[in-house]
């Protein structure tokens, strides 16, 4: 006779735990555990801090309404709608008898940005050592530097993964390198003779052997130079930029992968793109208006298209260029500044999501985005009566831009720092 098979018969005795009834079902196993969410937000009610408020999760957005939207037990902390405020740090006097420029870099390898600023009649540059607040001590001595240090630019010349500077000597035509040592003091490492007085120099892969090269717009012309890897550079070749070349700046504008570089022609009043062909050679595009005598050029993104755009300041006003991504520009506008402006930046000065321009006259003008590549009136920002240079950066880590100078008129180093805050 058959007999019946039992459920129960298959249970031997280290595994009866396994075989035994669950939920009260005679015979039954373990069901899986119910997903609740009772106010369909997402997250089950068990993680969920407020699991009857559906704006209230782990990962929500934080506004500023005095809760706290994403469940860490802080309030406010990183809210969309911050505003921002800037607070004009103490002056840090200089040893240069004439500041000109300067750049921001973490050129001591301690993860804070530094201020590095060059002194025209002194010859040399300081090193101004960042904080994690945002401030800046007291400046370094100074290192010697080709005659008539001006501009700078910062990057890896040396690949040891160290941010190095490349100094333009304006009255000896040379650009000098000053690598990053171990203890975070700076080696001048060479100099490489141009063809003409340098305006303006920018760092970027040209020629995409990995290396750091250097491209500098001169009295003369537009030059490159390629870098050798070990904190030099080549020979440079000039570009065929006449109209007295002086800012310029690096971007790929056309999308092929190749850097391309944009340079501004006080003397000719225009802007003229050097399309890259990813080998160091340049073939240039057509002359775009300049806005008057255009000094600075800097590229963003203007209007939020995922495009590269241009603003170039000169004795007019700004004009920005809209880029289409295909290399060609066109749209953009001509902006008024209360005085003359000299140099240009990007940044989000209000936090809104959209790139302001702010832009060094007789102190320092804010012209607001409208996010589609309009700019609205010029009006007065900060205190600075007489800037020669300036340069944005999140200096503390708080995802805010903030802001640089050199003021002429006391040959000191004036930051602003960001606060954020809800009203």
Do not use: K
Request: net charge negative.
């Amino acid at each position: 006779m058959t007999r019946p098979l039992l459920v129960g018969a298959l249970c031997w005795l280290p595994l009866m735990a396994a075989c035994s009834p669950g939920n009260g079902e005679p015979g039954g196993l373990d069901s899986a555990p119910v997903f609740t969410d009772a106010d369909e937000d997402g997250v089950a009610d068990g993680d969920d801090c407020e699991p009857e408020d559906a704006t209230i999760f782990p990962g929500a957005d934080e506004v500023c309404d005095g809760v706290d939207q994403d469940c860490d037990g802080v309030v406010d902390d990183d809210a969309v709608d911050l505003q921002v405020r800037y607070a004009e740090s103490p002056r840090l006097p200089t040893t240069a008898a004439d500041p000109v420029y300067v750049v921001l870099a973490d050129v001591r390898g301690d993860e804070h940005l530094d201020a590095v600023v060059s002194d025209y009649e002194g010859a040399s540059i300081e090193v101004f050592e960042g904080q994690a607040d945002g401030s800046f001590s007291a400046s370094s001595t100074p290192y010697a530097g080709p005659a008539g240090s001006g501009a700078m630019a910062t990057g890896d010349l040396d690949m040891d993964g160290d941010v190095d500077i490349v100094v333009a000597g304006y009255t000896s035509s040379v650009l000098t390198s000053f690598l990053q040592a171990d203890d975070g003091s700076l080696i001048a490492s060479g100099e490489r003779p141009l063809l003409g007085a340098p305006n303006a120099v920018v760092l970027g892969d040209f020629d995409s052997d990995g290396i750091l090269d250097v491209a500098a717009s001169t009295n003369q012309d537009a030059e490159v130079a390629l870098g050798d890897g070990q904190g030099g550079f080549v020979e440079p070749t000039a570009q065929g930029v006449d109209g007295m070349p002086y800012g310029i700046a690096a971007a790929d504008f056309d999308g092929d992968g190749a850097l391309d570089l944009i340079v501004s022609q006080y003397g000719a009043g225009t802007l003229t793109p050097l399309m890259g062909l990813g080998n160091g050679s340049f073939v240039a595009g057509e002359p775009l208006d300049g806005g008057g005598q255009p000094v600075d050029v800097v590229v963003f993104d203007a209007d939020g298209d995922g495009q590269t755009d241009v603003a170039a300041s000169g004795n007019a006003g700004v004009r920005v260029h809209l880029g289409a991504g295909d290399g060609s520009f066109s749209g953009g506008g001509a902006y008024p500044t209360l005085h003359g402006p000299w140099t240009v930046r990007a940044l989000d000065a209000d936090a809104d999501g959209i790139l302001d321009l702010l832009v060094m006259t007789e102190g320092l003008e804010l012209l607001p985005g409208n996010g589609d590549g309009s700019y609205g009136a010029a009006s007065a920002w900060g205190t600075l009566e007489s800037v020669y240079w300036h340069q944005t950066a999140d200096l503390n880590g708080d995802g805010f831009d903030d802001v640089v100078a050199v003021e002429h008129s006391d040959a000191s180093l004036v930051s602003y720092v960001t606060t954020g805050y809800c009203p």
